[in-house]
């Protein structure tokens, strides 16, 4: 089994003003992560706008991944249709490492008796380590620690979670499940040293696609028991947090226009129902961002 490593990096996906998939940027994109330090990367994730996305275009998306990142890939094969995941599921082997998968996330509040019996039939038929994706806020469908205690005692291929509920209690409560083999990411940028110290995993980002050096300084000082620079590093990550936070045009657009910033030829169209930032607000978030990179280049050296 392939180890993953944090802090695992959710990418976006560029798009071309007519809306297809810019395959071109999304190589500079992967090379500019592997530059900056990134081992992991997650492909067609919340960040990677993949509700937008058909079933063919998220098979080339972790296609192209496979051929131009050389780390590890997590792809998410998550949808409420369970043939369709489970076609993205058999498409994965030969492209990714691992799997994410969410509970169905169109019947809310569905029993947990029926989310067991969707997340069971991916788990049958997955070649692949494969990581439950807890994520209430847009499913409305958690997954608890029963129906996780459950599904282990069937499916040895059930390795960890992504706990994007922003509550560590939470995730040290999956944890503690199986410690030794069963990993926890957490998604929540602003907990991301808290994460380490708790004992989980590590992090994965959305947001901090565009700063990657600053979460993997986060780690790497950590491993090496610096934690005041950590921390330091970690109140940088937070002004950026924040600031996408109070901004009403939501996290992926704004990633995408701080992204185009470092790199000139990312495009930073999103695809409906997302909208595009306003001129005047796209001046607004080039100068919070302009002013933030110099001191992340002070605080990672």
Partial sequence: MTKITAPIFAILTPFEASGKIDFSALSQY??????????????????????????EERMALVEHCRQQFNGVILNNVSSCCLGDCLKLVDHSKNYADGLVVLPPYYYAKTSEKGLSSFLAEVLNQSPLPTYLYNFPKHTQNPITLAM?????????????????????????????????????????DRIALDTLKSGLDGSVTGGGNAFPELLIAISRFFQASDLEKAQTIQHTLNEWSQFRKQHRVGEIVLTKIALHTRLEEFPTFVRPPLIQSQPTELEKIELFIHQLLPLRLDTTT
């Avoid at 992967?30 to 079933?55: D, K, M, R, W």
């Avoid at 291929?157 to 509920?165: A, R």
């Fill in 148 to 188: 996780v205690k459950r599904l282990l005692t069937h499916h040895d291929n059930l390795v960890g979670l992504k706990d994007s509920s922003a509550d560590l209690e939470s995730a040290l409560k999956f944890k503690a499940l199986k410690k030794r083999t069963f990993q926890v990411f957490v998604g929540g």
């Fill in 30 to 55: 992967l090379l500019f992560l592997q530059q900056t330090g990134v081992e992991t990367i997650l492909t067609n994730g919340t960040t990677a706008e993949f509700p937008s996305l058909s079933l």
